[in-house]
């Protein structure tokens, strides 16, 4: 059975060549890889917080990044931590907790044809998630808005507590939600992959550990988040706004320690 490679965001390190123009997608006439565009290591940012609303800067090792905390019905906050990254806590009840980083204004020249034409992936490094009690949520998702964790544009990777020893993951879109994979014992690390193609259809990959992918389009398994309905004119929908958003909900607390993005270009 073929092995997928894989890419350390921690250490920029490969663990197999990278995919070429017949590997899955992008322009012809050369190899197809896959350019890191933008590497934050949250653990190296100044402590700050904890944050319950409003924008703040976080001076993370690689650049600087904006984070927008938002709660909905909760008493939860994001604290950035040195050394830890950010953590962001559900307090109470069956609110959210988000925090959305904001990756257009972090990537340099992200315009229409920087999105229409190449496919980008956010791998999301998670260290920590814990759960309270049952039906408590740590969610990933690529948005258009920081506002709004569970919005009808939002794509994303999801994870539920089953009981106290099992995860249920799922995927998220158009406001509703999908169960992918079996009932496992509850994972802690690992990287969250989201792949967008065309500035809005999302599909994503879980991978344990703290290796992504190096090509996630050949990730197996490769689950389908979906897109905004594709219409004959008019911009992509994350063309205005791209935010990265963690989200807690109910009794949830989640730790990011990187965000690393990547697009497929051809040499």
């Keep these: 059975m073929p092995i997928t490679p894989c890419f350390d965001p921690d250490t920029g390190a490969s663990g197999g060549p990278a995919s070429s123009g017949g590997g899955g997608g992008g322009g012809g006439g050369g190899d197809v890889g896959w350019v890191t565009k933008l590497s934050l290591a949250l653990t190296g940012a100044s402590s700050s917080g904890p944050h319950t609303t409003g924008t703040t800067t976080v ?43 904001d990756l257009k204004a972090a990537l ?16 999301v490094t998670v260290t920590a998630i814990n759960f309270d009690d049952d039906g408590s949520i740590a969610n990933i998702s690529l948005t258009d808005s920081k506002t709004a964790w569970n919005d009808g544009d939002a794509r994303a990777w999801e994870l539920y507590r089953a009981n106290a020893t099992d995860e249920t993951r799922r995927v998220r879109g158009a406001g509703g939600t999908t169960v992918i994979g079996t009932q496992r014992t509850q994972v802690q690390q690992r990287v969250i992959s989201l792949v967008m193609t ?15 992918p190096v090509n996630p389009h050949t990730a197996s ?30 009794g949830a607390s989640i730790t990011v320690s990187k965000i690393v993005v990547r697009r497929q270009e051809a040499s």
């Excluded at 090792?61 to 604290?79: H, L, Q």
């Excluded at 999105?115 to 992936?121: G, H, K, M, Q, S």
């Excluded at 398994?221 to 807690?248: H, M, Q, S």
């Design 108 to 123: 340099t020249g992200y315009d229409i044809e920087y999105i229409r034409f190449y496919p980008i992936v956010v791998d």
């Design 59 to 101: 001076d993370a090792t690689g650049g600087n990044i904006d984070m927008t905390a938002d709660r909905t019905g909760n008493s939860g906050n994001v604290t950035i931590t040195a050394g830890t990254g950010a953590v962001v806590t559900a307090v109470g009840g069956s609110g959210a907790m988000s925090g959305f980083f």
């Design 221 to 250: 398994p490769l689950y389908v988040a979906g897109g905004d309905a594709i219409g004959r004119t008019g911009d992509p929908l994350y063309l205005a706004n791209l935010f990265v958003g963690v989200t807690a909900f109910g």
């Design 198 to 212: 065309s500035g809005q259809v999302v599909t994503l990959a879980d991978t344990d550990g703290s290796t992504a």
